[in-house]
């Protein structure tokens, strides 16, 4: 009796495991995604710059709409390549996600041997569009770009400009006022907007590429900076105040992008995921007004729309690259 009881139990362990292997094999991926392992969001840049601050105010509403833990992990260093490498190279399981900022994700590959390539990252979503802004402290004597250049072009190299890296958004904007003025600055490199934001509050450096976003959230703190231009088409409605260069008679135009990726060869299924809960935290009231207190310019694009965009722009850098190196090759 004992022993036709044992393989009775033996033979529905057995079914069951079969059963339970076959549903394992059949279930579709990511299904356990996520589970208790917290989801890791790269910023390839210093706390307390614009992608940080963006990062921090998306982080608590993709927690809100994946039911999961999300941990802001600043990697910053060499112009947002150390992040942005560490993002790409990073195990697409769906627990690693980033910011990545365009175009300085797409310039360092151009500028220099990366470790990676635009075609490493899966594009998820863009979340922020924050144009350039020259500006120079308060008790700066230049009150107009058109001040700046006079100063600049009457003494090659004497005008100091910041910006937050070699190849990023800032910079570009730098050397886009060189052709269009005839100016010559000296670029001064930083490793991301708060310590190129503390340089000038130093009086350190003459002047700072930095987004409008970025200068609005600080200049309203005893309006210790002073917006000469800022490179857009048209004037910000948050920052009426603010000329364009082009109203300065400098066509120049740049901004950042910011949006959320994974590493190539994530499941699209945790792809699809991770896209609904940005698509969600960008139509969230909170979130909106979040932003606004932020002073983050959102500009929502679904993957295929952003990624189509950073093809462009990965083209036309190359192209600029050609003609004018941004850095000794």
Do not use: C
Request: glycine residues 8%; neutral net charge.
């Amino acid at each position: 009796m004992t022993s036709r009881r044992s393989l009775l139990i033996a033979g529905v362990a057995g079914i069951l495991a079969l059963s339970g292997a076959m549903t394992l094999a059949t279930a579709p991926a990511g299904a356990a995604w996520p589970n208790d392992k917290p989801i890791e969001m790269i910023v390839a840049y210093p706390a307390g710059g614009g992608t940080d601050i963006g990062a921090r105010t998306l982080q608590v509403f993709l927690e809100k709409y994946l039911k999961a833990s999300v941990v802001v992990v600043n990697r910053p260093g060499a112009g947002g390549e150390v992040g942005f490498t560490a993002l790409a190279l990073a195990k697409p399981d769906g627990y690693t996600i980033g910011m990545i900022n365009s175009p300085a994700a797409l310039t360092v590959p151009i500028e220099r041997k990366a470790r990676y390539k635009l075609e490493d990252f899966e594009p998820i979503a863009n979340i922020v569009d924050d144009y350039s802004a020259l500006s120079v402290h308060v008790d700066s004597p230049y009150k107009t770009v058109a001040d700046l250049v006079a100063f600049a072009k009457a003494n090659p190299g004497a005008v100091t400009i910041a910006s937050t890296g070699i190849g990023s958004d800032d910079h570009l904007g730098i050397i886009y006022l060189e052709k269009a003025s005839g100016a010559k600055f000296t670029h001064v490199p930083f490793p991301g907007t708060a310590p190129a934001r503390t340089a000038l509050l130093g009086r350190h450096i003459t002047a700072a590429a930095l987004n409008i976003g970025e200068v609005t959230a600080f200049s309203g703190d005893a309006a210790k900076l002073r917006v000469l231009g800022i490179m857009a088409a048209k004037r910000w409605t948050d920052r009426p105040d603010a000329p364009t260069f082009r109203e300065q008679g400098f066509e120049v135009i740049m901004s950042s992008q910011r949006g959320l990726a994974a590493p190539k060869g994530t499941p699209k299924e945790i792809i699809d995921r991770i896209a609904a809960a940005v698509a969600q935290t960008m139509k969230d009231p909170d979130f909106i007004e979040k932003a606004r207190q932020q002073v983050l310019p959102l500009d929502y694009k679904a993957a295929a729309d952003w990624s189509a965009e950073l093809t462009k722009a990965d083209a036309q850098y190359r192209e600029v690259w050609q003609a004018t190196p941004w850095q000794a090759k």
